[in-house]
């Protein structure tokens, strides 16, 4: 293969792997935003749900002499749902029980998670007796098991490549078609399920239609007999389950099962908010949202002669991107891309 | 059951003066810090094994300890202040601006540009703060202008076009700090004008002044302690912001015209206000106070630049100037109980060898508690036994 196909094939597998982390953290997003509530929270149930996965998996790690990846995985996936509803519980008790403004309530549970997952991450092989970097080699590699399907059929097809073209041609293919779809962990295809799924629910069902009831207009949906509170806060809660997903994603795969105090998480978490709106709040349009926002991201890489300042021009596409689709969306007011009606706004029964 | 409602008086003050209400409210809030004080005790006995009570005279004692660390606190106080001072209308104007973060990095990078470029020219110390303070407003002010001026005409939401261009702006920093970088290749802008000094706050009274002073008089330890300190203009002039926002917003016509337009624009435009106008306007201002933020940040206290320079005041200052009700003077309580804290936490932190981190926990923890007691300030909740259940049916 020519170097531009494989610097096109390395870009897209870079920009699907780092698109899954928003991708989760936007799905749960969009979930919440469905009932009304803009969570600014979302960086911060990423980190809880991060860390929560990482203690999980790392006390199990520490407990047994030989640990089983795929045990450490399903400790890590319930440390990182009960972290991260934790967080969507904190946030929908004070906004949704106790009305408190959505915006500073989450950026409040952005503050809570930053701290708890990075004292945490820096300090918790410290508390637990040991020293150096936290690390979780046997559950990471139960995430990151890259499952190359098709890998017999290309050495079969590679193996006869030399002597007719065609298979040559064919094996080239096949190697890229592995690469570009086959190559990641599992939780890339969870998240496009959950992706689908999620659009499905919203939109084909009647709970869904209920949900986007509750965020267009609690008193109306209140009136038609929907029980108003527990949509929203079933919606914050899963929302936040899934967002954390992202979290785990990121912390086991991306960075193999480690912990760095870097503050990406969060960066991270803002561009999940901001694909939200690229995507209009239509769980179909993040996914290929997600990928082009890391395609965006990292395309400085793939640029020749950039000084190290524009590079970091290049990185401010994705938010540049989201402030035109925002200017966009308000400009031409098409009433299927607008937020749902009553995002921001706490709804008490007996207000006129 | 249980009945809630939204409460028009405290019933022990049923008809009685406003203030005794307003007392009543200030009492459940204190109460909620009290409550959140006892939990934060409870989490860190946790992690230290440490008497709770010993732990926070530590913190009072990283904090308040000497005159230098209560300068400090003084310096952080005054810029977490400043920012939410500045974010004060816009929120009252029901304006989410979530962009004071990038807004204080702007003015911080013009700050340091005017330091970087003019420090060289021998151009007298007071007018090159003035100049540096001119820039680093002009440049707050235009990150603001900007989603005003699209929300003013296309109504485009606002909360979020300012959340980006916080990162715009986090990466604006970046762009330029490869090229001040100092020394190179360290990827960071150094100390600016280490040797000269130029553009750094001055303090009142040098070190040479200070020493002529008759040692044994009265005056010579306060004046060492507060006009030989360098933070003093940091405090001056947020201050005067202080002072010149309270009056503006409380008794100008431009505060009472944010007043109606946060309350309801159509009110706003049947009242024959021009609510763009006031939009525009009102985040020029907002913005340009966070860029002079980014001055006192950049030429007051830190004399460098990174994309860490605002390090999440924007975002804490949103929560306080939301807390404080748009009055500056209890955002000048809430953020000095805010840096006392994270001042305290990280003193805690270094003391017991754990992560700084554990301030965020703690800053967290009270600021939920908080949000959570306005509940109880603004709704009431009545216990109505079994006749209300017999109404329900």
């Known amino acids: 293969m020519s170097t531009t196909v494989i610097q096109i094939i390395t870009l897209i597998t870079t920009a699907i792997s780092f698109g899954t982390v928003i991708l989760f953290g936007s799905l749960g997003e969009i979930l919440t935003e469905k009932s009304g509530h803009l969570n600014l929270g979302v960086p911060g149930i990423m980190y809880l749900g991060g860390i929560g996965g990482l203690i999980g998996s790392f006390l199990y790690e520490n407990a047994s002499a030989s640990p089983v990846p795929f045990v450490g995985m399903l400790v890590a996936l319930a440390g990182t749902l009960i972290c991260s509803v934790l967080g969507g519980l904190i946030y929908s008790f004070l906004t949704v029980t106790l009305r408190a403004n959505q915006n500073v309530t989450g950026l409040t549970l952005t503050i809570l998670g930053s701290g708890v997952a990075n004292f945490f991450g820096g300090s918790l092989s410290k508390l637990a007796g040991g020293v150096g970097q936290i690390s979780v080699p046997a559950t990471s590699s139960a995430f990151c098991a890259t499952q190359k399907l098709s890998?017999?059929?290309?050495?079969?097809?590679?193996?006869?490549?030399?002597?007719?073209?065609?298979?040559?041609?064919?094996?080239?293919?096949?190697?890229?078609?592995?690469?570009?779809?086959?190559?990641?962990?599992?939780?890339?295809?969870?998240?496009?399920?959950?992706?689908?799924?999620?659009?499905?629910?919203?939109?084909?069902?009647?709970?869904?239609?209920?949900?986007?009831?509750?965020?267009?207009?609690?008193?109306?949906?209140?009136?038609?007999?929907?029980?108003?509170?527990?949509?929203?806060?079933?919606?914050?809660?899963?929302?936040?389950?899934?967002?954390?997903?992202?979290?785990?994603?990121?912390?086991?795969?991306?960075?193999?099962?480690?912990?760095?105090?870097?503050?990406?998480?969060?960066?991270?978490?803002?561009?999940?908010?901001?694909?939200?709106?690229?995507?209009?709040?239509?769980?179909?349009?993040?996914?290929?949202?997600?990928?082009?926002?890391?395609?965006?991201?990292?395309?400085?890489?793939?640029?020749?002669?950039?000084?190290?300042?524009?590079?970091?021009?290049?990185?401010?596409?994705?938010?540049?991107?989201?402030?035109?689709?925002?200017?966009?969306?308000?400009?031409?007011?098409?009433?299927?891309?607008?937020?749902?009606?009553?995002?921001?706004?706490?709804?008490?029964?007996?207000?006129? | 059951m249980i009945h809630i409602s939204k409460r028009v008086d405290f019933t022990l003050f049923k008809g009685k003066a406003a203030w005794m209400n307003r007392f009543i409210g200030w009492g459940i809030r204190l109460l909620a810090v009290a409550l959140s004080l006892v939990v934060c005790g409870v989490l860190i006995y946790a992690l230290t094994k440490l008497n709770p009570v010993k732990v926070y005279a530590v913190m009072a004692n990283g904090v308040f300890g000497t005159t230098r660390r209560v300068w400090a606190w003084l310096r952080d106080l005054a810029l977490l202040l400043c920012i939410s001072v500045g974010l004060a209308p816009a929120f009252k104007m029901r304006f989410w601006n979530i962009g004071a973060e990038g807004q204080v990095l702007v003015g911080g990078i013009a700050t340091a540009a005017c330091m970087i470029y003019m420090g060289g020219m021998n151009i007298p110390t007071p007018l090159l703060l003035l100049i540096m303070a001119a820039t680093s407003i002009v440049a707050g002010a235009i990150w603001g202008i900007i989603p005003a001026l699209f929300k003013a005409r296309w109504n485009t939401n606002e909360t979020l076009f300012t959340l980006m261009m916080n990162y715009i702006a986090i990466q604006l920093t970046s762009y330029f700090i490869p090229k001040w970088e100092h020394p190179k290749g360290s990827n960071t802008v150094g100390l600016i004008n280490a040797g000269t000094q130029a553009g750094w706050f001055p303090s009142f009274m040098s070190k040479e002044a200070l020493a002529k002073l008759d040692p044994n008089a009265w005056y010579t330890g306060l004046l060492k302690n507060t006009v030989g300190q360098p933070y003093l203009l940091n405090v001056l002039i947020v201050i005067a912001i202080v002072l010149f926002m309270f009056f503006y917003l409380k008794k100008s016509k431009h505060g009472y015209e944010i007043a109606v337009v946060g309350q309801s624009e159509n009110t706003a435009r049947y009242a024959a206000m021009n609510v763009k106008k006031v939009i525009v306007r009102t985040m020029t201002l907002s913005g340009a106070i966070c860029g002079l933020g980014g001055f006192l940040a950049v030429a007051g206290a830190d004399h460098t630049i990174s994309a860490a320079t605002a390090g999440g005041r924007g975002f804490v200052a949103i929560i306080v100037a939301w807390l404080a009700k748009f009055n500056t003077f209890v955002m000048i309580l809430i953020s000095a109980v805010l840096v006392f804290l994270e001042k305290g936490a990280i003193a805690i932190a270094s003391e017991f060898s754990l992560s700084n981190d554990v301030s965020h926990i703690i800053k967290g923890i009270i600021l939920f508690f908080i949000l959570g007691s306005e509940f109880f300030i603004n709704y009431q909740i009545k216990f109505t036994g079994k006749s209300g259940r017999r109404a329900d049916k």
């Open chain 1, 151 to 352: 890998d017999a059929l290309v050495a079969l097809v590679s193996k006869g490549a030399s002597s007719s073209g065609f298979l040559r041609v064919l094996g080239g293919v096949l190697d890229g078609f592995d690469k570009v779809f086959l190559s990641y962990g599992f939780m890339v295809y969870v998240a496009v399920i959950i992706a689908i799924l999620l659009s499905l629910f919203i939109n084909r069902t009647s709970k869904g239609l209920n949900l986007r009831a509750v965020g267009e207009n609690p008193a109306t949906a209140d009136a038609a007999g929907i029980n108003v509170i527990r949509y929203k806060y079933l919606a914050t809660c899963t929302g936040a389950a899934i967002s954390g997903l992202g979290g785990l994603y990121y912390v086991m795969d991306y960075i193999n099962g480690t912990w760095a105090n870097d503050g990406n998480i969060e960066a991270l978490g803002w561009l999940a908010v901001a694909l939200v709106i690229f995507a209009t709040w239509k769980p179909l349009r993040s996914i290929w949202g997600a990928y082009l926002f890391g395609a965006l991201y990292w395309l400085y890489n793939y640029i020749p002669g950039l000084t190290r300042s524009m590079q970091e021009v290049f990185k401010m596409l994705p938010y540049a991107v989201t402030i035109i689709v925002l200017i966009m969306v308000s400009l031409r007011h098409k009433k299927e891309d607008l937020p749902p009606s009553s995002l921001g706004l706490s709804y008490f029964r007996e207000d006129r």
